[in-house]
Structure formats: C-alpha cells, structure tokens
C-alpha cells in the first residue's frame, strides 16, 4: 500500500505512518527500521520514537520485573514504542510514549480503557508499576505496560468492519457522560480536523506547499485541498445544527481493532482520544472503508447497512442531523493530511511524500462532495 497515515496501518519504513498498535500476531518485528526518522512535528514538539537501549531495558526491570522477549522484541509503531516483553511466565507490551505526551494524558487513556472493559468492551489494561502507579516516567517519557493479547487479524474486511462498528456504537454510549477533562480532550498530534475553521486549517498546509516551490502536481494537490476545504466549508454553513460532541476513540480502524475467531478480541491505540462528534468518529471508519476496501459511498445499500450496525452498538438512533453529517465528515478526512502533517511535519521531504501519497483520497473526497446530497438521501431513507 502506498498511503502513509499518521500513527496506524500503512506502516512504511521512512515514511511517518499511523502505526502504533503493539498486539499484532506477526511477530516478531525487527527493530531499527528507522521508524520515526522523519516524522517529528512542530518545530520538535512532537519528539522523536524512543529506541531500545541497556538504560530502557534496566527501567523496565526495576519497575515492571519484565525484560525484552527475544532478540528483536519491537513491535512497530511509528508514535510508539511498542517492546513485546515478559516476565518468564506470560508475554506482555510495553509502551513508551513520545515526549509530547503527559503522564496526565496517558493517565486519561487509561481511565477510559479501564471503563470500556469493565463494561465488556475488549481493551487491555495497564499492569501496575513497582509503585503501584499505572505509568512510570523513563527519560522524559510516559512508559506503561499492558497484557500481549493475541488476536491474529484486523478489522481489514467488510464482514469485520460490520462487526467492529456494532463495538464502536458501543464505545460510543459508554463514553457519552464518561467525564472528559484537558488531558483527554484534545491530544496535540493526531488524524483529525473539526469543520469549524476548516477552510483556515487547511491553508496552514496549503501555503506549505506552495512556499517549498512545489512541483506542477504538488502546486494542483494544493489547489484541491483548498477547494474541497471551501466546498465543505459551504456545506457546513448550511447545516442546522452541529452535532454534540464526546470522548472518541479517534482512530478505529484496522490493526486498532483486532478479531479473534470472527469477533473483536481488543480495542486498542487510543493516542487520538479526543473530544469530537460520534459522526466525526464513525465516519473515519467509513472513511477508510471506502478508500481501502469498496467504495460505500457509490452505493447506498453498504453505506446504511454500516451505519445501521453501529446504531445496533450504540442503541439509539442517530439523528437525522446526525446521519447527514457523516458523508460531510468523511468527505474532510482527507484534509487532516494536509492541515495536521503537511503543515507540521518538520522534515520537508517526509512532508512532500505524505502529501503524494494523499492524493487518491483527496480526489475521492472532491467526487463524493458531488453527490453528498445523494448520498444524505439514502441515509435519511434508513431511518
């Protein structure tokens, strides 16, 4: 695949991908593939992948009583550090997050999975320290340790994002009054863009581009994320409404959501947890549905059915301001490319190839704007 997302799949060596999920079942991967190499943000702010070390590998001791499993213990991730690691009797994960992000902040995630799971919804918990705390501080960076779960497939199907979503309705419902606090809010880097200031988000990217000297194809990806941005933006002024917002999960997709025997076996990567619209959420599902599977928007009958299954996990219906929401919001999924990664990558190289490889999917976000009444329609058909 040639897509390059923040902090999930698509993983490439070099490139700054999505990946960071650390209970993938083909292990193990080797270390030192120059994850992260080029993919700090901000002028630095961001920071860069931890690296295994003697140092790591004696905290990790002290503080959990677990040492790498084998020779090549890291299990990818391009935000994370993911060790697979074990104490001589069971395998466990050990994460080490990048600078940016707070104990606070992962003291948060944490609450929300403990929530999630005592409800039933399938997340691994942090295994305390020596201290007793959920989270130790290694060098300037949070460090937790979780239970290895072995689920061996990803939500990569159509028959798996059907079930998936019926959890994510789930997730949904369960976090609706769960109490949101600074911390869980609002992570600093992550796959995400509000409609509000789209069109001014966007351009922080654009001006990017065209500040680089872009190529003639560069300079025209530019020119499309500024129109798709406006036409959205139109759009949004029309609507009645805005949709409330709640904690999300803010990346569930593929290797975040992992099957066991046809079921979800674990929910995981819950560094984009924010404060955002359910439809924002679902639709970034959808999203991916449509630009790495099949096509749902170009039929009605998928679009509803998969909307339809999350509503089963959610157990209520969505409003029809809601439902006219999501093609809006799948239709901006693209431009977080632009006005979070291309804007802030500080290695311009890095940059530029994310934003090559953004293409194919701002083309497809422009064609669905052509038929978002259309498709609206069909959603508002199935309630």
Do not use: K
Not at 19 to 44: I, N, Q
Not at 119 to 134: Q, W
């Amino acid at each position: 695949m040639g897509r390059t997302r923040i902090n999930g799949h698509h993983t490439m060596v070099g490139n700054p991908a999505r990946r960071s999920t650390s209970h993938a079942e083909d292990l193990p991967v080797t270390s030192g593939l120059g994850f992260g190499a080029v993919d700090d943000a901000a002028g630095g702010q961001r920071g860069t992948r931890a690296v295994v070390s003697a140092d790591l590998e004696g905290f990790l001791r002290a503080n959990w009583g677990v040492w790498p499993a084998g020779p090549a213990p890291d299990l990818g991730g391009s935000s994370n550090l993911n060790l697979l690691v074990t104490d001589g009797r069971s395998r466990q994960v050990a994460r080490v997050y990048r600078p940016f992000v707070t104990g606070q902040r992962v003291a948060a995630l944490q609450a929300v999975r403990h929530h999630l799971a005592s409800h039933g919804v399938p997340c691994a918990e942090p295994i305390p320290a020596a201290g007793g705390r959920g989270w130790e501080t290694f060098e300037g960076r949070a460090v937790e340790v979780e239970p290895y779960v072995a689920a061996p497939a990803a939500m990569n199907t159509l028959t798996r994002v059907r079930t998936g979503l019926a959890v994510l309705g789930r997730i949904h419902a369960l976090l609706q009054a769960f109490p949101s606090s600074p911390a869980a809010a609002a992570p600093r880097f992550a796959n995400y863009i509000a409609a509000d200031g789209l069109v001014e988000a966007v351009a922080a990217g654009t001006r990017r581009i065209r500040a680089w000297q872009p190529t003639p194809a560069e300079a025209r990806l530019a020119d499309l994320a500024d129109e798709l941005a406006e036409t959205l933006a139109q759009h949004e002024r029309d609507r009645p409404t805005q949709p409330r917002r709640q904690l999300v999960h803010g990346d569930f997709w593929d290797n975040n959501v992992r099957f066991r025997h046809g079921q979800v076996a674990l929910v995981t990567d819950f560094d984009f947890l924010g404060d955002h619209p359910r439809t924002d959420d679902l639709a970034l599902t959808l999203y991916f549905t449509s630009v790495d599977l099949t096509d749902i928007t170009s039929d009605p009958a998928p679009l509803t059915e998969l909307a339809d299954a999350y509503e089963s996990g959610l157990g209520t219906r969505l409003s029809q301001h809601e439902r006219a929401a999501i093609p809006l919001a799948m239709a901006r999924q693209p431009l977080w490319s632009i006005s979070v990664w291309v804007a802030l990558l500080d290695d311009q190289d890095g940059a530029r190839r994310h934003l090559a490889a953004t293409a194919p999917e701002l083309e497809w976000a422009l064609q669905l704007t052509s038929r978002i009444a259309q498709v609206q329609d069909a959603l508002a058909e199935d309630t």
